[in-house]
């Protein structure tokens, strides 16, 4: 055992001075030739970028194993959803869907620093070095829910390729005449990042129905600028799947929830066998949009902060008594860990 350590120690070290080696070389190269400061400002930019780079490199290695660690089924071929947690126990929504005919859809992700656990449970989901998604979804401009995206289209696209992302986003200048900073910030940075794929981009409208492989996609709400806040611009979309229907909500307030009903109730579409809660089951939309989706199975992506009202000012409790008098048979939760949820 000791030996295996010694051995681990050592390759991690070559990997090191691998990284480093040609930047020290060029900085050494630079600095005979510089001004004493700005001599001491590359080696200053070096051992910064030394230091991000050891960084990364750990934080690849860890998730790696916990990902291991998590014994993270390979469900290529099979009708799955996985839920995954939070990895610092906050909120955020990341939904990874595998379908019989092998392809692959992810729904929103989770913030920038939970990348590295994405990306490391996708590749044992799909059992790739390099995953590829059919359809990348973004349900609203708030950064728990898209950063993960961002960052993987931007700089990590040698890790992890898509096909298309499809999002409904309030124009930047709305945000921007209501004073809406995450949601000027959220909308911005996507404008500037797709620039690069603009063809990759799919705007979603209600009531477009389309296939993606096996899964059936029919969008129920997209955003009503009349709505001031941000997470009442959620897409909701019902998603058909192995002879299962599942409703996802995003941040969904009583709003869209509202209308949602009041365009749909009557279509048959609104009743579904799995409902995501939105807003993370607290504060989202009200008990009569529950009661039309009647789910027999609820996904929580909650921390056990939200779970618990710790703070006493959220819904969650209220929210909890409601699904357990609809009757719901089970509650899949994001705190207790990365859920899997087979379809058949």
Known sequence: ?????????FLVLTLLFALAAPSLAAATGQ??????????????????????????????????????????PNTM????????????????????????????????????????????????VTGKRVPNVDAWFLSHPHNDHVQIFYEVAENRTRQVTFDKVLLNYAPYELYESRSQEEGMQ?????????????????????GDEFGIGAAKITVLY????????????????????????????????????NKTLAEWEGSGLVKCDICKMAH????????????????????????????????????TLEVRGWMEELGVKQNYVAWEGSQVIYLN
Not at 1 to 9: E, G, P, Y
Request: aromatic share 12%; glycine share 6%; with cysteine.
């Open 1 to 9: 055992m000791k030996i295996r350590a010694l051995i681990s120690v």
């Open 31 to 72: 600095a005979a030739a510089a001004e004493s400061a700005d001599f001491g400002t590359r080696i200053a930019d070096f051992f910064k970028s030394l230091s991000e780079k050891i960084k990364a490199l750990f934080s690849q290695i860890k998730y790696y194993f916990q990902v291991k660690k998590e014994k993270v």
């Open 77 to 124: 071929g099979k009708n799955a959803i996985h839920m995954l947690r939070s990895v610092e126990n906050t909120i955020s929504d990341s939904f990874i869907i595998t379908t019989e005919d092998g392809k692959v859809i992810v729904i929103d992700g989770g913030h920038t620093f939970e990348t590295d656990y994405f990306i490391q449970y996708l590749k044992a």
């Open 186 to 206: 959220m909308v911005g940075e996507f404008d500037r990042i797709s620039k690069s794929f603009p063809e990759k981009v799919q705007i979603l409208d209600t």
């Open 222 to 257: 997209t955003a009503d600028t009349s709505f001031i806040d941000v997470n009442e611009h959620s897409v909701i979309f019902r998603m058909d799947l192995g002879g299962k229907s599942v409703m996802f909500t995003g941040d969904a307030q009583v709003n869209a929830g």
């Open 280 to 315: 993370h089951g607290q504060d989202g939309v009200d008990r009569s949009f529950y009661e039309a989706v009647a789910p027999e199975i609820c996904l929580w992506p909650t921390p056990t902060w939200v779970w618990d009202n710790t703070n006493g000012n959220l819904k």
